[in-house]
C-alpha cells in the first residue's frame, strides 16, 4: 500500500486543504481501478488520525481498497454560516477530485463513506443527502441527534462558539443538518438507499442516541445494523470498529 499525504485546491473551502490517501501500490496499472472508502474524522482530530492511531493500512491490504481522509476542521461537515462549505466540498467536489488523481472507481456501486464521532455525523449526512452516490455508509461512535448535542453544550464553552460559526448565531438546524429529518427525505425520494452500519460502545455517551437513531430508520425500513460491545469513546473500540467496518464491506 502506498501512503500520502496531499494538498488540495479546493473551490468549496476557498483554500488548499489536506488529504491522506491509502492506495494499492498497483492501483495505475491494473485494469480494474480500486473500490474507495471515504473515512471522515472528528471534531478534535484532524485528517491524519485514522492512519496514526489506528492499523487502517494493514487492515486494507488484503482488498486492493483505496481510502480517503480528508480535513474539515471543526466544520461537522456542513456548509457553514460563517465559514467554508464542507460538504459541498466532502459530496460533491472531493470524489472527483480524487477520482481523477487516484485512479480509484467512479462507480457508485465502489463507493463507501464512514466516520466516528462528529465523522460519524458527517457519514450518514452525506449518505443521507445523497444516497445513490454510495453503497455502504458506517457510522462509529456517531453524534445522530444534531439538537441534543448543541443544547447540551454550555454556552460557555468553546465548542458552542463553534457550533454559532457552524450553523448560525440563533442556532436553527435546517432540514439538510438533521438526520432524521433527511432519512425520511432518502425514504421519499425512491432512489436507491446504501446499506448502514452503526457502532457505537456501551460504555459510550452516545450509545443510547445510536441507539434510537438505528431503531429509526429501521422503522422506515432501512438496511441497517448496530453492533456495539464494551468500549467508550475511544481510540481502542475506533480501531477495533474499522476493522469490522472494513471487513464487512469488502471482505
Not at 473500490?35 to 474524522?41: G, R
Not at 465502489?110 to 458527517?122: C, L, Q, T, V
Request: aromatic share 14%; with cysteine.
Amino acid at each position: 500500500m502506498a501512503l500520502l499525504h496531499c494538498e488540495l485546491d479546493s473551490k468549496s473551502v476557498r483554500m488548499p486543504t489536506s488529504v491522506m490517501a491509502i492506495l494499492p501500490h498497483d492501483v495505475i496499472s491494473t485494469s480494474q481501478s480500486p473500490k474507495v472508502l471515504y473515512l471522515l474524522h472528528g471534531c478534535s482530530h484532524n485528517y491524519s488520525v485514522w492512519s496514526r492511531y489506528t492499523s487502517l493500512e494493514r487492515y486494507c491490504l488484503p482488498y486492493n481498497l483505496a481510502v480517503i481522509m480528508p480535513e474539515v476542521n471543526r466544520s461537522f461537515y456542513t456548509d457553514m454560516a460563517y465559514g467554508p462549505e464542507y460538504f459541498t466540498y466532502i459530496t460533491e467536489e472531493l470524489p472527483g477530485l480524487c477520482e481523477s488523481m487516484f485512479h480509484i472507481s467512479t462507480s457508485s456501486e465502489d463507493r463507501y463513506i464512514a466516520g466516528m464521532s462528529m465523522g460519524g455525523y458527517g457519514c450518514l449526512k452525506a449518505a443521507l443527502s445523497h444516497p445513490e452516490c454510495y453503497t455502504g455508509c458506517a457510522a462509529i461512535s456517531a453524534v445522530t441527534n444534531i439538537h441534543t448535542k448543541i443544547e447540551s453544550t454550555p454556552d460557555s464553552a468553546p465548542k458552542k462558539r463553534d457550533f454559532r460559526a457552524i450553523f448560525g448565531e440563533n442556532l436553527l438546524i435546517s432540514d439538510q443538518d438533521d438526520l432524521y429529518t433527511l432519512a425520511l427525505q432518502a425514504k421519499a425520494s425512491g432512489k436507491p438507499l446504501p446499506d448502514f452500519h452503526l457502532f457505537c460502545g456501551t460504555k459510550d455517551h452516545f450509545y443510547q442516541e445510536n441507539l434510537e437513531f438505528c431503531d429509526f430508520l429501521k422503522k422506515q425500513e432501512f438496511s441497517v445494523s448496530f453492533d456495539g460491545w464494551t468500549g467508550t469513546h475511544d481510540w481502542d473500540f475506533w480501531d477495533q470498529a474499522i476493522f469490522k467496518v472494513i471487513t464487512h464491506f469488502f471482505n
